[in-house]
């Protein structure tokens, strides 16, 4: 087999991501300036294709009107002429995923497409089976797409490439080998911010840790993450902060995007000081969980400038909390909003969900009242309450295959991904989800609530009075 003579620097990679439906858009807007969301998978992916001299250019769609992400990809597509395209997707982006694959091979067959990210990771032999892609990184793919490159390159089989997903000339798919985790981090390049960061963008996103080592019944990480957490040396978490604030200087906020920040809280200490010792001046949001924290903790996330931390606490109900798996109490969430409460200038954010396996009007009114609760000892200002989406790869998806309720082709139709409407319809997931925000928004006084809602019907009022029309009918 004759193999090819173009070096690295002669190749030409197009990395992007599509379109996400148009249930999860933000407001339910499109936004075209590329300014809110950014796959930190695929920067990372940009800095280490780059530094094998690869010819990169990444673009991701992901808050993008469908039929313009479309347009793009295709002007793109013409104008690059790459060689290899790598396309990150979720289940939430799949329709238009599944359109820009066919679109891309009509325009060239020639080009290889890669498929990464955590759908192609759950759905590999029916995405291979079913659309012209040429592989399949399984899990995290910064090493795996590297040498699936070069055996393409080289006209070599992928039979030696740990961790992907192909198929053979005998058309069969093929899974090679587990690829083990990259358990050092540190050896990661800094993600390429450069690809999209202009002076509009005042917050940008960075992990200092991948993984998580719960085991929630509504979330698939662990089919990437196998629920180890893996941290990236604090040092080397504080020095690429000190990167981002040399190289844009207009950045006001750092988001922590990690699953959880806090696991470590010895760690997150440690970061802390480093970040005051050096004189940092920045503000830092997170995502954190209930447990384990400590008052030593939320005194040096303050002093070092975390202005906002986010909790998945998920339901106000002890059964619910239980069924799920998410190995906290209401007890403990009091004992954690308690120590917070001394911690003037650290907001907190509470995730809500709607929905899950034994959802009842009464677990819905056990989550209004703790809610209630945790604001009386601080005050919140995000309401929200996530009607409860399937997605595969969960415990909970699992279980609704065995009830009948859905089979694996759902994936291949046009449908967007499905609310849980096992137990309940879609009409009253949402009437409760209005319920929840109304009721414990209200719980922080009147005057509160119709500052709230003004602002809001005044930022977007269209898709805020569809909201209140929901509320109609709630008690």
Wanted: proline share 4%.
């Amino acid at each position: 087999m004759k193999k090819s003579n173009k070096k690295n620097n002669e190749i030409k990679i197009f990395l992007t991501e599509t379109c996400v439906e148009d249930q999860n858009k933000t407001q339910g807007r499109s936004i075209e300036t590329n300014t809110v969301h950014y796959s930190l998978g695929l920067l990372y992916l940009d800095a280490v294709l780059r530094k094998n001299e690869y010819k990169v250019f990444t673009k991701e769609y992901f808050l993008w009107s469908e039929e313009n992400c479309l347009k793009e990809i295709e002007r793109n597509i013409r104008e690059l002429n790459p060689d290899f395209v790598g396309l990150a997707m979720m289940s939430m982006t799949r329709i238009s995923s599944y359109k820009a694959i066919k679109l891309i091979k009509s325009i060239n067959p020639k080009i290889k497409i890669i498929l990464g990210g955590i759908h192609p990771s759950l759905m590999p032999e029916q995405l291979l089976k079913n659309f012209p892609i040429d592989a399949i990184c399984i899990g995290e793919s910064e090493q795996s797409m590297i040498e699936v490159l070069d055996c393409f390159i080289k006209k070599k089989s992928l039979e030696s490439v740990r961790g992907i997903a192909y198929k053979n000339k005998k058309n069969e798919v093929i899974f090679t080998k587990t690829r083990p985790l990259n358990m050092d981090l540190d050896k990661l390049p800094f993600p390429n911010y450069d690809v999209f960061m202009n002076p509009e963008i005042k917050e940008i996103n960075m992990i200092s840790s991948r993984g998580c080592p719960n085991d929630c019944s509504f979330c698939c990480i662990q089919v990437a993450c196998k629920r180890a957490w893996r941290p990236i040396g604090y040092m080397k978490v504080v020095d690429q902060i000190e990167q981002i604030i040399k190289k844009y200087p207009w950045v006001e906020t750092i988001v922590f995007v990690d699953d959880t920040l806090t696991l470590d809280n010895e760690r997150t200490i440690k970061i802390c000081k480093e970040i005051v010792e050096r004189g940092i001046k920045m503000n830092f949001y997170c995502e954190g969980r209930i447990k384990p924290v400590s008052r030593e903790m939320f005194y040096w996330m303050e002093k070092a400038g975390f202005r906002k931390i986010c909790f998945g606490i998920e339901s106000g109900s002890d059964k619910i909390l239980k069924s799920i798996h998410k190995n906290i109490t209401k007890e403990e969430c009091l004992h954690t909003f308690s120590l917070l409460k001394e911690f003037k200038n650290l907001e907190v954010v509470k995730y809500l969900m709607v929905g899950l396996p034994g959802e009842d009007e009464e677990t819905v009114k056990e989550t209004i009242e703790f809610v209630k609760k945790l604001q009386k000892i601080k005050k919140m200002n995000f309401f929200y309450a996530t009607p409860f989406w399937l997605y595969p790869g969960t415990e909970v998806y699992r279980e609704a295959v065995l009830n009948g309720f859905i089979t694996d082709d759902y994936w291949l139709t046009d449908k967007p991904c499905p609310l849980y409407t096992l137990e309940h319809s879609e009409e009253w997931l949402r009437k409760m989800s209005n319920k929840i925000a109304l009721k414990t928004m209200l719980g922080q006084g009147i005057f509160y609530f119709l500052g709230k809602a003004i602002k809001k019907l005044i930022n977007n009022p269209n898709y805020y009075f569809k909201r209140l029309l929901m509320i109609k009918g709630t008690k």
